[in-house]
């Protein structure tokens, strides 16, 4: 396929290229053929750090053989071109180095739940995307790969940790791929590149055959152009294995299902302003969070001004202890994949200070984290008690420069105090378990996007609201200065 027809396909989402395969009008092969053309073009992104096309091709040769795709049996993304984020979606004897140096020769043992859903859906798996190491970051330039860049302005980060993932559906590479969120790292990158990011509700998937991350904060999604895609995505992984430590109801309906019924009047709380300390909220974030709310108004929800209170010095100590420990697992699965002590230099600077404090973490000290969060999400529910959503920025500010998010800062502590400067609200919605949505409602004078983030207990209602937000409010006709890879390499 030639390069000006494999972009016109980058136009339609993911939804609609599987319908050109169920239709016949093309095979799976031939779309991921002018994905693979896509992904060439934008080298200069650096988004996709391993090919895995002969891979790819294999797999959609076979939908293709099988006939699958034109029964409809697989749903509404068979045939799709997909990139895996190199972290949290391991495939078996692919390359996963988790954007750290000790392991660029790791290679995953074991196919990830999550991964073995995408392919049950049919959705063709042919790369990996860029990450910083083990997901510290909420930007998107490890030392192992490079910097990812934003399609949006090539001096400015595409987010973290699911940077790469974002990059490529940016710039029009794919119209989807996975992502991971443990304080942010879906909606981060989501608010960077103009994307729809949803952080599902906790244990809405699965990390088997894994335990679980950080105590239930994390949780695997992924970046898409539509909310119609993140919905048949997140159909496509609902679910828990044998075993999960936490489990959520299914729901009534299946979300995609959902997308076609407005949702009820809501009782939608905004704040403007971070819960962390931090800088006064660029006046343009803010007026791009009223906006949303006085459209959501004039859809007939209900939209107050509030906050609910909760000790955030308190949580941020809790977050940090929990990357420390979290960060050792990083050693230590260095240190078996090397068969000797990883050295200093073989990680990023920053992850290096947080191992130093996780060995130093007492049991009584990880308990009490444990237990702080669980005490916070508390008095933060109390304070939703009168409301169903919470509005709020996604990031306090427009994408930051690179070099901010990635630096170490002596302490942990001090290192996401800087990143919550940034981030505002974004962790709280790991730490409470309910999900959030991140829609790029607005751009700056200067072409930069800009989130508005919504927070619920379930998705379902979030993706309605996206649903109604994405029609009054439309952002999918808008495209990058790196569309389709013209971003010099």
């Known amino acids: 396929m030639d390069a000006t027809a494999a972009a016109d396909l980058a136009d339609l989402d993911a939804i609609g290229q599987a319908a050109l395969a169920a239709s016949g009008e093309l095979s799976a092969l031939e779309l991921l053929d002018a994905a693979i053309t896509r992904t060439e073009a934008a080298r200069g992104l650096n988004a996709v750090i391993t090919d895995l096309f002969e891979r790819g091709r294999e797999q959609a040769a076979a939908l293709d053989q099988s006939g699958t795709l034109r029964s409809g049996a697989l749903g509404p993304l068979a045939g799709v071109p997909f990139l895996l984020k190199d972290l949290g979606a391991s495939l078996a004897g692919a390359r996963e180095a988790m954007g750290s140096r000790a392991l660029r020769n790791h290679v995953a043992t074991h196919t990830a739940w999550i991964v073995e859903r995408y392919l049950t859906a049919g959705l063709v798996v042919f ?24 399609p949006w302005s090539p001096d400015t980060t595409p987010g973290g940790s699911s940077g790469g993932s974002a990059a490529a559906v940016a710039a029009g590479v794919v119209p989807a791929a996975s992502g991971g969120d443990g304080t942010g790292s879906i909606r981060v990158p989501a608010a960077c590149c103009g994307l729809v990011g949803l952080k599902p509700r906790r244990a809405r998937t699965s990390f088997a055959p894994s335990g679980h991350l950080l105590e239930g904060l994390a949780v695997e999604h ?14 496509a992984v609902t679910g828990g294995a044998l075993g999960d430590p936490y489990n959520a109801l299914l729901p009534a309906q299946p979300f995609l299902t959902a997308l076609g019924q407005p949702p009820l009047p809501q009782r939608i709380l905004i704040a403007t302003e971070s819960p962390f300390p931090a800088p006064p909220t660029d006046p343009r974030v803010v007026a791009a969070v009223e906006s949303a709310g006085r459209t ?12 609910p209170g909760f000790d955030a010095d308190s949580v941020a100590t809790a977050i940090a202890v929990l990357h420390n420990v979290s960060n050792v697992q990083l050693y230590n699965v260095a240190k078996a994949h090397l068969g000797r002590d990883p050295r200093e230099d073989e990680f990023e600077a920053s992850s290096w200070v947080m191992m130093q404090e996780g060995f130093s973490t007492t049991g009584v000290d990880y308990a009490d984290a444990i237990d702080t969060l669980h005490t916070q999400t508390r008095q933060f529910v109390a304070g939703m008690s009168a ?35 940034h981030t505002g609200w974004t962790t709280m919605a790991n730490v409470t378990g309910w999900a959030a949505i991140s829609l790029p409602l607005a751009v700056t004078a200067d072409g930069l996007p800009l989130g508005v983030q919504l927070m619920a207990p379930d998705e379902a209602v979030l993706l309605q609201l996206a649903a109604q937000l994405e029609q009054a409010m439309p952002w999918v006709g808008r495209r990058p200065p790196g569309w389709l890879g013209s971003l010099s390499s």
């Open 222 to 235: 992924a970046l898409t152009r539509t909310v119609r895609d993140s919905a048949a995505l997140l159909d």
């Open 296 to 307: 959501l108004e004039s859809l007939g929800h209900r939209v107050e001004p509030g906050a």
């Open 387 to 421: 409301h169903d959503v919470l509005l709020v920025p996604t990031l306090l500010a427009p994408p930051p420069p690179y070099g901010v998010l990635d630096q170490p800062r002596g302490t942990t502590r001090a290192f996401f105090d800087v990143e919550f400067a």
């Open 127 to 150: 790369g990996k995307t860029n990450t910083p190491e083990w997901g510290n970051h909420c930007t998107t330039e490890p030392s192992l790969f490079g910097r990812t860049a934003n």
